[in-house]
């Protein structure tokens, strides 16, 4: 399931530094000529693909990234030091667009490839450079250069590595909106996602991973029936199916295990691929029932369905459960980027 992420950041490079007016002072050497050396050269600004980045989440936080400026030369015809580059790490597969002209400026798709995006300023000139067989106490300099400073449109293209599936209202958006920053529609009715929905879960600092939501399944979906079959054929791409179950529906006399069973034979017919994905059980819900009453359901349940795959008991409402179920999620997609 493809989606784009996208982000604007502000990069500044920093201004080279000014020459050195100096003239040298010894003893003895009344008329030592001019010694003022180059200033520094300013700071770039480079983008680096990095692919332990999977989104642009981080960007929402910072969005000004700024060189440091070459410092003045100095006499004895010393260079002043350069700025140190700026490396920005981003995802791989991401589209730089200035956001002035919508010029593309280029896209990074191999792990390490770099991308210059703003030149840092070029030092300016100390009295050295101005000495001539005419002048030879030259009382010139030139100022550094400014560095380039521009706006920034950050795309990338998304794949998203957490699949979402389950029945209408089994609290699928709930879940999303407690685990990201997305905003499904959230109603006590079926259907309240018309379209996929898209979340970037942030663990911490460049660890994140995307799931995506998509439209509860009925029986017959594989056939065209409700609105799951539109994409069905999408979570063949994840990594990694959540099967969301609605662990209070029972006391609306539902049958979960013919519940869930339903969906896995929606995923069977449908493709056998998607059916061999790896699927985690979990279960919603669990705040609508007594604290007493949660383990001894979830236990006779896996045993109904012997079930001994991984599973989860969390609560989207509340987000109980939720951390933990972020943490495993994403140490599963980095073990497998690693295998790939």
């Known amino acids: 399931m ?32 001019p010694d003022g050396g180059d200033g520094g050269d300013g700071g770039s600004v480079y983008l680096v693909a990095d692919e332990s980045v999977n ?8 969005r000004k990234f700024s060189a440091p400026k ?20 981003v995802p791989v597969g991401i589209t730089i667009f200035a956001v002035d002209t919508g010029e593309q400026i280029g896209d990074l798709v191999r792990h390490g490839q770099r991308l210059l995006v703003a030149q840092g300023g070029f030092h300016g000139l100390g009295n050295t ?3 001539s067989s005419v002048n030879q106490a030259p009382r010139r300099i030139s100022e550094g250069s400014l560095g380039e400073s521009r706006e920034l449109q950050l795309e990338l293209t998304l794949l998203a590595d957490v699949g979402l599936l389950g029945l209408p209202n089994a609290g699928k958006s709930t879940l999303l909106r407690a685990v990201s920053a997305a905003t ?18 942030s663990v911490e600092a460049h660890r994140s991973f995307v799931v995506a939501d998509i439209p509860g399944l009925i029986e017959g979906s594989a056939e065209g ?23 209070a529906a029972v006391e609306l006399g539902n049958d979960l295990v013919h519940d869930i069973n339903s969906i896995v034979n929606e995923l069977e017919r449908f493709d ?23 383990e001894p359901r979830i236990k006779q349940l896996l045993e109904d369905l012997g079930w001994d795959g991984p599973w989860f008991a969390i609560s989207g409402e509340t987000r109980a459960g939720c951390e933990l179920l972020c943490q495993r999620i994403q140490t599963h997609t980095e073990l497998e980027g690693f295998a790939e």
């Open 272 to 294: 056998d691929t998607l059916a061999a994905l790896p699927r985690w059980m979990v279960f919603n819900k669990i705040d609508l029932l007594p604290v007493e009453e949660r």
């Open 129 to 131: 450079r101005f000495k």
């Open 225 to 247: 029936a409700g609105l799951g079959i539109q994409f069905l054929k999408h979570l063949a791409r994840t990594r990694l199916l959540l099967h969301v179950v609605d662990l």
């Open 55 to 62: 989104t642009l989440i981080d960007f929402r936080h910072k």
């Open 184 to 201: 499904p529609k959230i109603a006590d009715y079926p259907f309240t996602t018309l379209h996929p929905q898209l979340g970037v879960v």
């Open 2 to 33: 493809r989606f784009v992420d996208e982000a604007t950041i502000t990069v500044s490079a920093g201004q080279g530094g000014a020459g050195c007016l100096s003239f040298r002072r010894e003893k003895y050497i009344p008329k030592g000529g």
């Open 70 to 89: 070459g410092l003045q030369g100095e006499g004895k015809n010393k260079r002043g030091k350069s700025g140190d580059d700026v490396e920005v790490r």
